[in-house]
């Protein structure tokens, strides 16, 4: 394969330097490019293709449990941005004034939305009125501003797209169920559609929204073993309501606060997809994420009825989201170019495959090569597709629970954290002085207080005191 | 009808105040609020469900031209923006300029998109360098923000949604190519599925995009005789690739300027399917563009079997969109209220029709009611909404056709122009001065030079000098 030297060559091994072989995939397998605004995107049309499927996928998902999408205005007076203490102290330093509208300075300054519970509270206040309107589960796709002093495409920009769910109910028990609703409905499409295996949890207070009752997240962890949040799900409780006057008047004629929530994904899952199955030819993406989920590549497509055979072979397997690779590039470059780019599988026709009646079906995620006879074609890579997609979810699932440790005391617990990349499992207190520690002591933060609690010991592997929770800790992005 | 009284009186009729109807039309039928900023709006999902509709429609017809989406970012440096020179004079005076990021004051002002040529073609000064990356044609959904100093919903608001198309070409006459096939995209959509009859022309050099060499319209009237320009594409020429250096090597080796295009069209359509259908019981929607086409409601739903038969007929109409109106509102009100709503076919089924083993429907254009058995329900559903939709283009057109004026003189044209609300032909010798003038005198503009070209007369009907063209006029949103 000495032709394909070239382009693989451009990219960084991954073991020798992580992040500049994320840089290089982003760049080479053609997702996003830099914009003249430091710390914004391009979104290149490899990349939106994903968005777009992660958009529909969600956003079916979402309609299925009620969802109705809205749009709301993209600025957020001063004012407004003010009224819950609490979330204006967590947002008001990293968002973008708006000062003067034409020629004219504005009388009052307006950021551009770092997120939208004020906004949603504003409409709320003036649209709720009576238990009858209630639940409202509104949600919108749109783009945040956020002035982050670092970043890097995906994982951290000052804009990005994403869509926030906001509801408002009757009851704080419905508030809850709803909160937890939309993070297993995050879960099950990171699992199923991402093959990213997530750990469901609550954060610490000192990790929670601002201005949530209770936050909870889905953390992956990437191959590099640093800790990915790739979905949160807020409890506001009546904080909000209190704060912006959202009240209803309910059955027994009597006014009461509703009970919020609020929930997103970003485009940062795109860099979770790059780093969790991504290799050192580049890009893999899972066949249920994939814009291309099959390439078919003429080989000597010089040849008589070659190409005629990819086009057929095309017309075929036209369930399938399905391309024919017919430029005039060399079959090495082509092999390569669909490597660097992610795509599930590739089918190579040739003149002898032509005279044998059968195709090679090569695996982007483990290269393996299958001939299979034309007669079972579709059966054949719609089987194959099915198999990447469930060993995709079970390797990453596998990476995780290799570099998943736990750690009983202080010192066990630092050792693990310095030398083995990934999560950490230890007991809390629940003392945000030890998370403080850990922090300032090791980079790592508390990740998660996970769904599924382990007692691996009774103390606190920080301060030694009795234990309340276990928590998942690690290094993230 | 004693009942539906109180819901309808609820909106002005529309002969006795237009723009108070339209006003009432979109907060009765819940399509958008007023937002605190002013001028913005925060769409409802009854308007953000047509939104969904309209993107679905034009994103199909879009890629199966070629088109691929990307996102650029929402915010363009000022010395971007005045890289061309006629296009900053045109978006200068109205955007909204951000100055700080966070706490810090920022070194060059940003201003939000009012539209991304810019952004584009600093992209594509630095992506393009041969001839095998043309042409480019890319897209992209997100929202812009003109300064607006007088708004109206979805009409003229200071952010709105849209998608914009940007392309890059190797030569001018597949630029005139491609600007010419999306222009037949709008009008083929605006016919097709909003029914709404477009005249296609190009805009005289007053009225074209700045920094465009020609912009072409689409042009449609609404119920009260104004025109309302509904979707535009531009051919740039080389103007935007000389400004931002957008070169890229062809094929005999040389460096060559790119051809640019670009084109739009806005949630405004949304107001003109209101203005061009609506009447005075609300909203009337095209079946091809309803978020739901068809409404049950149970009459007398308190029987025993009502309420089970309405969703046994849904599920056997689930090859549309359906819904039963199962509330305990009374059958009067929810008649009312699904017509408010723009629904285009209404099934009624109680207790004698069950009996009889028929149901009454009832179309929302005409308000016609017919019987139909039960065996025959699906096929008569289709049939009708198929009906409503040509019958509701058809209705457009006429309304459009004896709304459409011929003036060969001054007089005749300022008499048509004052009397006769609706487009006013005549024949105009090509200067601006003329354009002015019944500007300045009637408050009309010229709409476009059609396509259709058709000899009024030799001479121009403001200056008597000979004429070049044939323009519409009127009076615009």
């Not at 889905?218 to 979905?231: F, P, V, Y």
């Amino acid at each position: 394969m000495a032709k394909d030297k070239k382009m693989v060559e451009a990219i960084t091994s991954m073991d020798e330097d992580f992040a500049q072989w994320y840089t290089d995939v982003v760049k080479k397998a053609e997702l996003c490019d830099y914009a003249s605004v430091k710390g914004c995107m391009v979104i290149k049309p490899a990349g939106y293709a994903i968005w777009e499927n992660i958009q529909n996928e969600l956003d079916r998902r979402f309609k299925e449990t009620g969802v109705q999408n809205v749009y709301m205005p993209m600025f957020i007076p001063e004012g407004l941005l003010e009224k819950e203490k609490d979330h204006v102290e967590g947002f008001a330093p990293e968002v973008a004034w708006v000062t003067h509208g034409g020629l004219e300075p504005l009388q009052e300054r307006l950021c551009v939305r770092p997120t939208s519970e004020t906004l949603f509270c504003d409409f709320y206040a003036k649209d709720i009125h009576s238990y009858r309107d209630l639940p409202r589960v509104y949600n919108q796709w749109c783009s945040v501003v956020r002035w982050e002093k670092t970043t890097r495409p995906f994982l951290r920009s000052r804009e990005f797209l994403w869509q926030e769910g906001h509801t408002a109910h009757a009851t704080a028990e419905e508030a809850e169920e709803r909160t937890i609703q939309m993070l297993n409905v995050y879960a099950d499409f990171c699992e199923q559609v991402l093959a990213i295996p997530v750990v469901k949890g609550q954060k610490t207070d000192k990790e929670k929204f601002a201005g949530a009752e209770a936050t909870y997240t889905i953390e992956s962890l990437m191959h590099d073993g640093k800790a990915l949040q790739s979905g949160t799900s807020h409890n506001f409780g009546d904080g909000f309501a209190k704060a912006f006057g959202v009240q209803f008047a309910d059955k027994d004629n009597t006014l009461k606060y509703v009970h919020q929530t609020s929930w997103g994904m970003t485009t940062r899952m795109i860099g979770a997809i790059i780093m969790v199955h991504g290799d050192n030819n580049g890009l893999v993406l899972p066949p249920r994420i994939a814009p291309t989920q099959v390439i078919i590549i003429p080989v000597q497509q010089q040849k008589e009825g070659v190409l005629d055979k990819a086009y057929e072979l095309r017309d075929r397997l036209s369930g399938f989201k399905v391309k024919v690779d017919d430029s005039d590039k060399s079959p090495g470059w082509k092999f390569s170019e669909c490597e660097m780019r992610g795509i599930p599988l590739r089918v190579e026709i040739g003149p002898k495959d032509m005279a044998n009646n059968q195709a090679v079906l090569v695996r982007r995620d483990t290269h393996e090569k299958t001939v299979v006879s034309l007669d079972e074609l579709e059966a054949e890579v719609a089987k194959m597709l099915d198999t990447i997609q469930a060993d995709m979810l079970e390797r990453a699932r596998a990476h995780r629970e290799a570099h998943t440790y736990s750690a009983v005391n202080w010192d066990e617990f630092v050792e693990t954290i310095n030398t083995k990349p990934g999560f950490v499992k230890a007991m809390w207190c629940g003392d945000q002085a030890c998370e403080d520690k850990v922090k300032e002591e090791t980079g790592a933060t508390s990740r998660c207080m996970p769904f599924d609690q382990e007692h691996l010991a009774d103390t606190c592997v920080c301060c030694g005191k009795p234990a309340k929770k276990m928590v998942y800790w690690g290094r993230a992005y």
